[in-house]
């Protein structure tokens, strides 16, 4: 009876009540929206990152690239002497770099000067890219190459018929295209500030890097 009592005399919250001392009790309550707003170290880091990204090769380092490439072009000419007689249109192609091959051979012993120019100068020159280094190393490793040919001939002697002479015809034509293909390969890719890799040439300049 005691219980029964005491819950007769406990006051009933009326709606009135609740209204009064939680107006919002009847509501769940708002969401409020959570914005991630990115912070500047993060902004920092994806602005380092979209550079690393979009990092185009300076119009220097692409010149230079371009232009170590003449030095094995010029010196290959000379393997392209049999298809130029067989084929004078091809020598049209050629007739463009002409002054320039013409400068090029007035200067004394300008080969030799331009092979210890670019190697020391720019292979050896921690001043300049891996860009342009790379591509100056392939110049000149083709360059040495080229070299070997021209001795072979003057030590087999194959003379001016027969098999021999068919074998350094053929032999030399070979050479002549693959350097007009490296020339041109090499060149464009420069450009364009992208990284030539030759055939049978890149791998030995990657390691001289």
């Keep these: 009876m005691a219980s029964i009592s005491i819950l007769r005399l406990s006051p009933t919250p ?11 009790s009847s509501f769940s309550p708002p969401l409020t929206p959570f914005l991630k707003f990115p912070s ?8 380092t990152v979209t550079r690393m990204i979009y990092n185009p090769t300076p119009a220097t380092d692409r010149l230079v690239s371009a232009v170590s490439y003449t030095l094995p072009f010029f010196n290959s000419l ?15 192609l050629v007739d463009p770099v002409i002054p320039l091959l013409s400068l090029y051979r007035s200067i004394p012993y300008a080969s030799f000067v331009a092979f210890f120019a670019l190697y020391l100068g720019v292979v050896r020159n921690p001043s300049f890219s891996q860009f342009v280094r790379f591509n100056a190393m392939q110049a000149v490793t083709l360059d040495v190459l080229l070299v070997v040919p021209l001795l072979l001939t003057r030590i087999l002697n194959p003379g001016r018929a027969g098999l021999g002479f068919k074998l350094m015809v053929w032999g030399h034509n070979a050479v002549f295209l ?30 001289q890097v």
Excluded: D, M, N
């Design 78 to 92: 000379q393997y392209g002497r049999f298809l130029f007689t067989k084929y004078p249109s091809l020598a049209v």
């Design 40 to 47: 500047k170290t993060h902004l920092s880091q994806q602005s």
């Design 178 to 207: 693959f350097s007009c293909f490296c020339f041109v390969y090499g060149l464009v890719s420069s450009v364009l500030g992208k990284t030539p890799r030759l055939p049978f040439i890149a791998e030995a300049a990657g390691r």
């Design 14 to 24: 009326t709606p009135k009540t609740l209204s009064k001392s939680h107006p919002f």
